[in-house]
């Protein structure tokens, strides 16, 4: 098949979160089956600056812009949209310096969708649009109202982001007035890329299979599990990957030593390093736990500090956290550091090589969410014998067995509400267990024999592209 993604960030070129991951490696797995892929992006400067030779593409035309061509991992086909009234700006994709939505968003991913369409009817070689996300939204319903023969595919990575806008503003989007109703576009007398996508693309996927369960429901459905279960036949859940080649602690160069299954004592040095480098107390006998990540109330970083500070004070436990996000949870998390220097260290920043050495260094890796879609640092520190602990929802329920006596092959620690007392019984049990090192060393082993890798979601998206494909 002919294969073209659609999204707003892929990897090593922009990434604000794990879309950008699986942007990055779901083409180049799909490519090693023998597909021709391409990955339409936005023209960030990032983008253009880090991407390598670009050339245009001769014949086809963007208003007010052009089409380059590029190269990405794995022999996928890179195509850039260069619009400088759009896309030239620094900084993030989505929001301004002070974290206020670019005012020209709704322009901006237009011309996404727009310009994705636009090439299936350029080249009628293309088999199917996979979008993701809000972002790339309208992709699919310009190939409805085109009337192209390109199957579309949309993957919700996460349903609280859905590009919303006022009736006034639905004129620009160019699409015939008859889509704004209530299975088309329509949403509470607004519109929405999300919905967009969800009425009009041949076939949905979340990124993991419990996450697609829990979107139907009305507490997670985000308003619109009407829809949802209006196409649930067409709702299906696919597990995201973890990228090995990138995310491996035997070849991982940010590492102090690189290790193995068989070669775990050498994760010792990479805990030791971690710790000297966050300003951390060179503590083997207590568990250093770490967190990558949003600070953000999805993510159920507020959870942490109220769970976690005794077992700092008592000297049992130890925090390495490295992310961004709400300034109150910043200044918490800030706070906590102070009040326990030594055995709590802070980075308010993203630092990739830093999320390497946390995964690589830490005993356990903490992922608290109250939802999730699917979730890549738990996937991170299973590869790692780093121990996820982790709330049962979404894809951390899909990919994390629970440690419990007698429980076969378990990979990390489970709690079950979004609680700091739940947490904090959780992070009680993670410092018993650690006392345990035969037993610890056997999960850790668990763990790493794991295999969440992208060839196993490739060819779950090649049966399911397969069954929409026209022609």
């Known amino acids: 098949m002919k294969i073209l993604h659609v999204a707003a960030e892929v990897l090593p070129l922009v990434k604000t979160g794990g879309l950008a991951d699986v942007v990055g490696a779901l083409p180049a797995a799909q490519r090693a089956l023998g597909h021709e892929v391409s990955v ?26 052009r089409l380059l061509r590029g190269r990405l991992a794995g ?11 759009r896309y030239a700006r620094p ?14 968003n709704l322009q901006r991913f237009v011309l996404l969708g727009r310009v994705a369409a636009d090439l299936c009817l350029w080249d009628p070689q293309i088999d199917l649009l996979h979008a993701h996300d809000w972002h ?3 992709a699919p319903a310009y190939l409805r109202a085109d009337g192209t023969r390109c199957a579309s595919c949309f993957t919700i990575h996460n349903l609280a982001f859905q590009g919303i806008y006022a009736y006034y503003e639905y004129a620009f989007t160019g699409l015939p007035e008859a889509f704004y ?36 429901r009305p507490d997670l459905g985000m308003q619109l599990d009407g829809v949802l279960n209006y196409r649930r036949a067409d709702l299906r859940g696919i597990l995201n990957g973890v990228d090995y080649a990138i995310w491996n602690p035997e070849t991982d160069r940010a590492l102090a030593r690189t290790y193995g299954i068989d070669k775990l004592a050498a994760k010792t040095h990479n805990k030791r390093a971690l710790q000297q480098d966050m300003g951390l107390a060179v503590a083997p006998a207590r568990p250093l736990v770490g967190v990558v990540s949003r600070l953000t109330l999805q993510k159920g970083m507020d959870l942490v500090p109220g769970a976690i500070e005794s077992l700092l004070a008592a000297d049992q436990i130890q925090l390495a956290l490295l992310g961004s996000g709400d300034r109150e949870l910043e200044q918490a998390f800030a706070e906590l550091a102070e ?15 830093l999320a390497h050495r946390i995964v690589g260094g830490a005993d356990a890796i903490l992922v608290p969410s109250r939802f999730e879609p699917c979730g890549l640092t738990q996937l991170y520190g299973l590869r790692y014998g780093t121990l996820p602990i982790v709330r049962r929802t979404g894809g951390l329920a899909d990919t994390v067995a629970g440690y419990r ?30 006392r ?36």
Request: charged fraction near 25%; hydrophobic fraction near 40%.
């Open 339 to 353: 009040r326990h220097a030594g055995n709590c260290a802070v980075s308010l920043a993203y630092d990739e090589s």
């Open 436 to 471: 345990d090192g035969p037993t610890w060393r056997g999960l850790m082993q668990n763990a790493m024999r794991c295999e969440f890798g992208w060839d196993r979601a490739a060819r779950d998206y090649d049966k399911l592209y397969a069954r929409i494909r026209r022609g």
């Open 40 to 65: 339409l992006v936005p023209g960030y400067p990032a983008i253009l600056e880090g991407a390598g030779k670009l050339s245009p593409v001769e014949g086809f035309a963007v208003p007010g812009g």
């Open 136 to 138: 790339a939204g309208l």
């Open 75 to 85: 022999d996928v086909e890179l195509l850039v949209i260069e619009q400088a009234a």
């Open 405 to 434: 006596a007698q429980a076969k092959q378990p990979t990390g620690f489970v709690f079950e509400t979004a609680s700091s007392r739940a947490l904090k019984r959780v992070l009680g049990r993670v410092v018993e267990v650690y």
């Open 91 to 104: 900084g993030n994709p989505y929001v301004d310096a002070s974290g206020q939505d670019w005012p020209d």
């Open 181 to 216: 109703r209530f299975d088309g576009l329509e949403f509470h007398g607004d519109w929405s890329f999300m919905k967009a996508a969800l009425s009009y693309s041949d076939a949905i996927t979340t990124v993991s299979p419990t996450y697609a369960r829990e979107i139907l």
